[in-house]
């Protein structure tokens, strides 16, 4: 077994603890920084080839599951989060900042790795994909209104331009995808689905760790603040997950099991990178807080996953 076969074997577990890796090595964080979009990029290629064309095409026939899934992820959860903030005085506790990022996080389109962690779980990953890719392109049209409207934050950003940049970031993976593919075969990506999910996590660990700059010394400063968000940003993702599961329980278990988890595991670094002068520094703490429970529930609740979506 090759080193990424086993990577990819030990994906849950590895991810688990690498995402304390950015915390213990806040300079290579700082180093690794330029590294985010890039990686988000490549983390979308290798989701695109995990997954046969005829679940694609299988899943975009199913308009029934997909678009209650988006219409959930996009509509109704930001309202969700809105209320949760003034219910729960978010403000009050931990800053505007912070409110406004709960906000952000629950209008977020799907994350783009989220394919990929629904496969490596045994969840619908062709479900998941178009999720992700139609919340992804339609965010731009939702997303500036509904934030305008329930905060009042202005995105400084046109919604041509955000879906410009959507498209641009779908467009060269699908690319890189489909040239792979044609090149390697569908046999030879078959035969070598361990290796692929390795690769991917490695990409998974170099953005958990660039994102993470910075956390340490905000954990230094303020250690009970830092470990109180903590908290907030697992018990926002496990919540949602638990309404979308409730709410999806109509199409099935493994499609609902899969709602959950794409409603729990958000994109917010492609709104903050679009427009980062819209955002409090705050905003930025929380998303890279938000890699404890992208990377840790996995691991944690694998055998939860797999029961409820079988």
């Keep these: 077994m090759t080193a990424l ?31 985010l979009v890039p990686a988000i990029v490549v983390m979308l290629v290798f989701s695109l080839l995990r997954l046969e064309p005829a679940a694609i095409l299988g899943a975009a026939r199913r308009p029934g599951q ?37 906000v952000v996080w629950t209008a977020s389109p799907p994350l783009v790795s989220v394919t990929a962690l629904a496969t490596i779980l045994g969840l619908d990953g062709a479900l998941a994909l178009m999720a992700m890719t139609l919340g ?67 990409t998974m660990l170099i953005f958990a760790v660039a994102v993470m700059d910075g956390v340490t010394a905000a954990a230094i400063a303020d250690p009970a ?25 109509w199409a099935g278990r493994p499609a609902a099991t899969t709602a959950a988890l794409i409603a729990g595991n958000r994109n917010m670094a492609i709104v903050l990178g679009a427009a980062p002068a819209a955002f409090d520094p705050d905003a930025f703490l929380y ?14 609740l694998r055998p939860v996953y797999r029961r409820l979506g079988s």
């Design 5 to 35: 076969a086993w990577i990819g074997k030990h994906a849950t577990v590895l991810l688990a603890l690498g995402v304390f890796l950015g915390l213990a090595l806040p300079d290579l964080a700082t180093l690794a920084r330029p590294l």
């Design 66 to 102: 997909v678009l209650p899934v988006v219409g959930f992820v996009l509509m109704l959860s930001p309202a969700l989060g809105y209320a949760a903030v003034a219910g729960f005085q978010i403000e009050a506790w931990f800053g505007p900042g912070v409110a406004v990022a709960v």
């Design 287 to 300: 998303l890279a807080l938000l890699q404890f429970p992208i990377y840790l529930l996995p691991a944690l």
């Design 225 to 249: 603040r830092v470990a109180g968000l903590v908290a907030l940003v697992f018990a926002v993702s496990l919540s949602l997950q638990a309404v979308a599961f409730v709410v999806f329980l």
């Design 136 to 202: 992804g392109l339609l965010m731009p049209l939702t997303l500036p209104p509904l934030i305008l409207g329930l905060i009042g934050l202005d995105l400084q950003i046109g919604v041509g331009e955000l879906m410009l940049r959507l498209l641009a970031l779908l467009v060269v993976a699908a690319v890189a995808a489909a040239a792979i593919r044609a090149t390697a075969g569908a046999r030879w990506i078959q035969d070598h689905a361990a290796p692929i999910d390795g690769a991917f996590v490695l």
